[in-house]
């Protein structure tokens, strides 16, 4: 692998625009920059993993921080002295280069501390010493600690095996690579994928987006579309019936055609060709100069490509790995696992866009569009559950929603429970165990509003989970592993995910659960969900204080 420079492309010594994707890469200690020896205080048995010095200056050179996060339990239990834990970092510095910050928790697991990895204080605390947040971080590690660690934070998690890493936190983890070369390769690789390789020479004046399907889909092409925005005098957004209310959220649209397209949504309605006809004249009347069609993996974008070419439309970019012929003129690709709000920037940056330099690369909605919060709801600080989905397998089961809410309330905390007005019944059953029923009361926009004022929302993989996202409220991802979880989970706020990873539905994008039970997510127990909470710092109710272990204060820092 080359050494790696930002400044690839035509850039030719100017700063490329726009946020870079992260800002610092936080590296666990053990088994990931240096091999595992237990309790080690002896200086003299640090040994780097392989390639990490190479691979720790290609991110320096990137303009990268780096910070290294580790739980080192040895202190607590007296296996080696804090002086010999400088020693231990002293001869890593001298092997692995300088780091920019070093945090240790000196806990063990019965200490109870916000520090201790899963928890995520480290991260916080690593985070807020560079002068970043911890959305803006990258978290390398080799076990399912590092990875819950990372998510709890909102920040980015990379896991790389050792023989010790267990199968099942491989299955969990939201991106995996062989190595920490490798892990770099892919962080420095996302990066370069949201930024364009040449700046543009024109401004175009109106531009079509194209984001069909649902809106979970649409929300989180968001930060594409205000990339698009941000190099463009005018974005029309053709989305389907099924993403217009999210569309209607997101920044950066000027005017939005509302059109369900037979060879993307799902129940089809038949092609009938006057409904073609006219679509191809309404894309016409938008004069647009050019258009960039988001689609979703193995969506094809082809069909549209040739409406728009008779359209009229000259200029036309999609991901695609069929050949498209002459129906596009920037043909992208995008490795699988990308996370899907990471795939819309680099489609509009294969286009020739990127945020403007304020505009952070994370969902966001309109918050002068969101409508008052139904009185029900009460004050904030409740946690909403979100039983149902338009698609089975990303639902939480009702028996085990029911269970939530009974010991989420029985713990002290206020729950609200949503669904659309078809799920009425579901909503009705579920909040009988002990939480306000909100069923049927809340569009889009109001659902967005009610969860914009709780502490966390618990929901499975759907379109609510990005509402969430976008309104930085920490997420409990009862998460099928249907889809990738890197690609589809929350996107860069807290989050813990709870479910069987490695069920035999993973990877087979089932709208209906192949496995009698839907084991995936109702073996869950629902104690866990109050652990997430705890653990992303949801407090019960609004005037009772945040739970937290007695050794908070040190919060992790200071001990080097
Ligand atoms: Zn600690």
Not at 257 to 281: A, C, Q, Y
Not at 321 to 339: A, K, M
Not at 373 to 388: D, I, N, R
Not at 418 to 426: A, F, Q
Request: aromatic share 4%.
């Amino acid at each position: 692998m080359m050494s790696t420079s930002l400044a690839r492309g035509n850039w030719s010594g100017m700063t490329p625009p726009g946020p870079a994707l992260y800002d610092a890469v936080l590296l666990d200690r053990d088994g990931t920059l240096i091999e595992d020896v237990p309790y080690n205080g002896d200086p003299d048995k640090v040994r780097p993993m392989p390639g990490a010095r190479e691979a720790l200056d290609r991110l320096r050179a990137a303009g990268l921080r780096l910070a290294v996060v580790t739980n080192q339990s040895g202190l607590a239990r007296g296996c080696f002295t804090e002086r010999q834990m400088r020693a231990v970092h002293a001869r890593v510095e001298e092997l692995l280069g300088p780091f920019d910050d070093w945090q240790i928790c000196p806990h063990d697991d019965t200490d109870g501390c916000r520090c201790r990895k899963p928890a995520p204080g480290l991260v916080h605390a690593a985070a807020r010493t560079l002068g970043t947040t911890p959305a803006r971080c990258v978290l390398i590690g080799d076990i399912g600690r590092d990875m819950a660690a990372a998510l709890a934070a909102g920040a980015t998690g990379v896991l790389v095996p050792t023989p010790v890493t267990r199968p099942e936190e491989i299955d969990e983890a939201p991106a995996v690579a062989r190595d920490l070369p490798a892990a770099v390769d892919e962080i420095l690789r996302r990066m370069r994928a949201v930024r364009p390789a040449a700046p543009r020479a024109d401004r175009p004046g109106t531009v079509l987006v194209v984001r069909s399907d649902s809106a979970g889909d649409v929300l989180v092409t968001g930060p594409g579309i205000r990339a698009v925005a941000a190099g463009a005098d005018r974005v029309v957004l053709l989305c389907g019936p099924r993403g217009r209310a999210a569309a209607e959220l997101l920044p950066g649209i000027d005017d939005i055609i509302e059109w369900p397209l037979p060879w993307i949504d799902g129940n089809p309605p038949p092609v009938d060709p006057d409904d073609i006809h006219r679509l191809t004249h309404r894309l016409h009347r938008t004069h647009a100069d050019e258009a960039v069609i988001f689609t979703s993996y193995h969506q094809s974008p082809l069909p549209l490509a040739l409406l728009l070419r008779l359209a009229g439309i000259t200029r036309i970019a999609a991901i695609s790995d069929d050949y498209p012929g002459s129906l596009l003129d920037i043909r992208h690709h995008v490795p699988p696992g990308t996370p899907e709000p990471e795939r819309a920037l680099s489609l509009a940056a294969a286009a020739g866009y990127t945020l403007t330099p304020d505009d952070q690369p994370r969902l966001r909605l309109r918050d002068d569009r969101l409508p008052p919060v139904p009185a029900a709801a009460g004050e904030p600080g409740y946690v909403v559950l979100h039983p149902g989905s338009s698609v089975e397998t990303r639902a939480c089961p009702p028996e085990l929603a029911t269970r939530i809410v009974r010991v989420l309330s029985a713990a002290g905390y206020r729950v609200v429970v949503t669904g659309g007005p078809d799920e009425r019944e579901l909503t009705d059953r579920v909040a009988a165990a002990g939480g306000v029923d909100l069923g049927g009361r809340t569009g889009l926009g109001e659902l967005a509003a009610v969860i914009a004022r709780a502490g966390a929302l618990v929901v499975g993989n759907t379109g609510p989970a990005h509402l969430a996202a976008a309104l930085g409220v920490p997420v409990v991802s009862l998460f099928a592993p249907t889809v990738p979880f890197g690609q589809w989970g929350p996107y860069r706020v807290p989050t813990v995910r709870l479910g069987d990873a490695g069920a035999p539905c993973r990877d087979t994008r089932a709208v209906r659960c192949p496995v009698p039970g839907h084991p995936c997510l109702s073996a869950v127990e629902p104690g866990r969900v109050l652990e997430a909470l705890r653990l992303l710092g949801v407090p019960a109710g609004v005037a009772e204080p945040v739970l937290v272990g007695p050794a908070a204060a040190h919060g992790g820092g200071g001990v080097r």
